[in-house]
């Protein structure tokens, strides 16, 4: 009875306390939020990934009026992690090697400002990590980065059907990443190092 009531009282503390406390956020744009929110999804110390909009001038924005263009949001992933297990630096390595940081104009087969990559820093600790991980990746891949790297504004979540689409819609999420060329890209960019710190992508 002692050993079950202590296992009781950890997982309290776990699911109410220590958990909570540990957790911060990073957001990050990469082109489609369903495949940042799947990679994210597979690395050690996340706890969630949700699908949104940020960086623009309209309040709640919709999909539609997102992808249309004009409202300066992009796509992009709110990520709440616990940084006992993994730090946002590492979070922001995983990022760029996930995506192809040297497109301008938006992400594979994904073309439009509202599919560029960005991140956004949610206090000046990260917006440095984040500025020294962008100078990082130009001198690997010796080419400019396009990825913009700014303070955070308010993200929006997307709609419910956005949310968990990879794990809702499985072949519809298999074939539109494989017929966007998003791994071929990037592991054509990365090399052995695409997808480091991404379990299954």
């Known amino acids: ?59 709640n924005p919709t999909y539609k009026q997102v992808t249309a263009g004009n409202t300066g949001h992009f796509e992009a992933v709110e990520i709440e992690y616990d940084e006992t297990v993994i730090a946002y630096s590492q979070l922001v390595d995983i990022f760029f090697r ?26 000046d600790r990260q917006l440095k990590v984040a500025a020294d991980a962008k100078r990082q ?7 400019h980065v396009a990825t913009v790297v700014q303070p955070a504004m308010t993200f929006y979540p997307a709609e419910g059907y956005h949310q968990d689409y990879y794990k809702k819609n499985k072949l519809k999420y298999s074939f539109y990443r494989f017929t966007c060329g998003r791994n071929k890209r990037v592991e054509q960019i990365w090399g052995k190092r695409a997808y480091q710190g991404i379990k299954d992508h």
């Open 137 to 143: 990746a130009a001198i690997e891949l010796k080419s």
């Open 98 to 123: 996930s995506v192809d940081p040297t497109d301008a104009d938006g992400q594979f087969c994904d073309r439009g400002d509202s599919y560029r990559t960005a991140i956004f820093a949610l206090d």
């Open 1 to 59: 009875m002692r050993i079950l009531f202590n296992i009781g009282v950890i997982t309290a503390i776990l699911l109410t306390g220590t958990m909570a406390q540990a957790a911060e956020k990073a957001i990050f744009a990469g082109g489609c939020f369903w495949c940042v929110e799947s990679d994210f999804e597979q690395v050690t110390g996340v706890i969630e990934a949700r699908s949104g909009y940020t960086g623009g001038t309209v309040e």
